[in-house]
């Protein structure tokens, strides 16, 4: 969380004051983050036309507009962060990768606890949460490819390829998250869930549906990748700890192995290749990476609040 001294002040942005203290609290409430939730659920749903459908696009742009006040927020809070990052392909990649231990919420002890300590009802709980804040890898990768150069969009291809399990539905990631919660009798529902899970996949649907924050989502993409398998190796070692059966753990287990060959790829094709052809890029591939890293560090936070560690 940013200090009080970067929340006091007002920045300006396209003639218009924000208060960061106003939006730190929207950031933060949970009326907000569920409100949001539900319209990301509406927008991004298939649907049929609509004889009100200019009253739902005046409500969709006042929404939109908020979502873009608190993406602005989030960004703004960071911004020194960026000063540094290099432009040069190989130095830049270098410095992505060094997230993987230096990054926010890395190495966090929430992970070793649900590996060695955490009960029944607390693993529920939490992949409850997880369920909530997982906003669909396979389709915001869909979403972010679009007109992106050649090389990183047949890498996304490829990504998403995977993520539907190479087109048989049994090995689909998706379904697979689906079955270990059907194993453990667990049910997400937004009004369950913490205000911070909320706005993981909220801060990842705005990045992926907002074409100017294009890079912005791929460098929050590659970054969940990247330090996935670590974390999750932990959640696969508490589930089989707990009795649950490596069928329903698949989605897991295959996300410890699988992830790692993912992130080499896609550090490589995507963001390497990007940074490459546009070096201006780089902070903002950057940038993606520490929004995603900061808010799961809030979510791990929250989570171990809740267990009491």
């Known amino acids: 969380m940013p200090d009080d001294g970067v929340l006091s002040q007002n920045y300006i942005q396209d003639g218009r004051s924000f208060n960061l203290r106003v939006h730190e609290a929207r950031a933060y409430g949970a009326e907000w983050q569920r409100t949001l939730a539900h319209f990301n659920s509406q927008r991004l749903r298939p649907s049929l036309p609509t ?86 890898f396979d389709d915001l990768v869909a979403l972010t490819q679009i007109k992106l150069s050649t090389q990183a969009k047949l890498e996304l291809a490829r990504n998403y390829w995977d993520e539907m399990g190479r087109g048989h539905e049994e090995a689909m990631h998706g379904p697979m998250l689906e079955r270990i919660a059907a194993a453990l009798g667990v049910q997400s529902a937004i009004g369950d869930t913490v205000p911070e899970s909320l706005a993981l996949a909220n801060m990842m649907v705005a990045l992926a549906t907002n074409r100017r924050y294009a890079f912005q989502s791929l460098g929050a993409l590659g970054v969940i990748e990247m330090t996935s398998p670590t974390r999750v190796g932990f959640v696969d070692r508490g589930l089989a700890r707990l009795g649950v059966a490596p069928r329903a753990r698949q989605y897991y287990k295959i996300h410890a192995t699988l992830d790692v060959k993912h992130s080499a790829a896609w550090n490589r094709e995507v963001l390497r290749s990007i940074v490459t052809l546009d070096p201006s890029a780089a902070p903002a591939l950057f940038e993606g990476a520490l929004l995603r890293l900061r808010l799961g560090q809030r979510c791990y936070e929250r989570y171990r609040r809740e267990f009491g560690i």
């Open 51 to 136: 004889f009100d459908w200019r009253t739902q696009l005046e409500h969709d742009t006042d929404l939109r507009l908020h979502e873009g006040e608190w993406v602005e927020y989030e960004r703004f809070a960071i911004a020194k962060s960026l000063d540094a990052v290099p432009r040069d392909p190989d130095t830049f990649l270098e410095g992505f990768e060094a997230l993987r231990e230096s990054g926010p919420g890395q190495n966090d002890r929430l992970f070793p606890y649900l590996a060695q300590d955490a009960t029944f009802p607390q693993m529920c709980w939490f992949i409850a949460q997880e369920m909530a804040g997982e906003a669909g």
